[in-house]
Structures are given as structure tokens and as C-alpha cells.
């Protein structure tokens, strides 16, 4: 069982910059997929950023440029680097978790979700 714990959200400006954590704990084991999603008011959750098992990465086309996903093996941990920040960057961001080869692009296919943490952009 993997469990997963995102830290960083916060209120900022446009144009501001926020760093997510997600640490990880329980299977230590490799092949996960580990993913950011965000989901705003009345709008289903997307992928934003996600990398592979091999440490490849991909990006939603509206976050490209400006955001940059990495992790630290040695803390189990996940980040997300968000830059220029703008409001449609409003919304929950979760951390997810899965055992695939290739990331998949469907929220339905991780089995493994943090609480989330509220990121809020104000204009």
C-alpha cells in the first residue's frame, strides 16, 4: 500500500510561483507512475503533470513552460515547481500514485490519491 501527502498549497498572486511536495511512504517498491492532478469548482479532475517509472516526464499543454515536475529518491518525494502562475491555476491538487510503464492520462486509472492541497491564484 502506498500512501501519499501533499504539502506547499497557498494563495498567490498572478504571476507568483508555488512548490507542491507530495512524500511518499509504504511500498517502496519501483514502477510507480507518480502523477499531479488539479481539479477547480465544477470541473473534473486533470492530469497536469506525471512522470514515469524511467523518470520521464509529461506535461498538460496549458502548464508547459511554466511548470516543472521532479522528485528526491532518497526522500520519497515528489515536486511540483509552478511558475507564472495564473487564476485558472485555481484549484485542489492531489498527488496520485499507480504501477504503469507508461503514465496514463486518466485520473481512473491511479489507485493511489493524497488529501490534496488547495493552491488559490488571485489576479
Known amino acids: 500500500q502506498v500512501q501519499l501527502m501533499e504539502s506547499g498549497g497557498g494563495s498567490v498572486q498572478t504571476g507568483g510561483s508555488l512548490r507542491l511536495s507530495c512524500a511518499r511512504s509504504?511500498?517502496?517498491?519501483?514502477?510507480?507512475?507518480i502523477a499531479w492532478f488539479r481539479q477547480a469548482p465544477g470541473k473534473e479532475r486533470e492530469g497536469v503533470a506525471s512522470?514515469?517509472?524511467?523518470?520521464?516526464?509529461n506535461y498538460a499543454d496549458s502548464v508547459k513552460g511554466r511548470f516543472t515536475i521532479s522528485k528526491d529518491n532518497a526522500k520519497n518525494t515528489l515536486y511540483l515547481q509552478m511558475n507564472s502562475l495564473t487564476p485558472d491555476d485555481t484549484g485542489m491538487y492531489y498527488c496520485?500514485?499507480?504501477?504503469?510503464?507508461?503514465?496514463?492520462?486518466?485520473?481512473?486509472?491511479?489507485?493511489?490519491w493524497g488529501q490534496g492541497t488547495q493552491v488559490t491564484v488571485s489576479s
Open positions: 509504504g511500498d517502496a517498491g519501483s514502477g510507480y507512475c
Open positions: 496520485a500514485a499507480g504501477r504503469w510503464f507508461n503514465c496514463p492520462e486518466s485520473a481512473d486509472k491511479f489507485n493511489h
Open positions: 512522470m514515469n517509472p524511467r523518470g520521464g516526464a
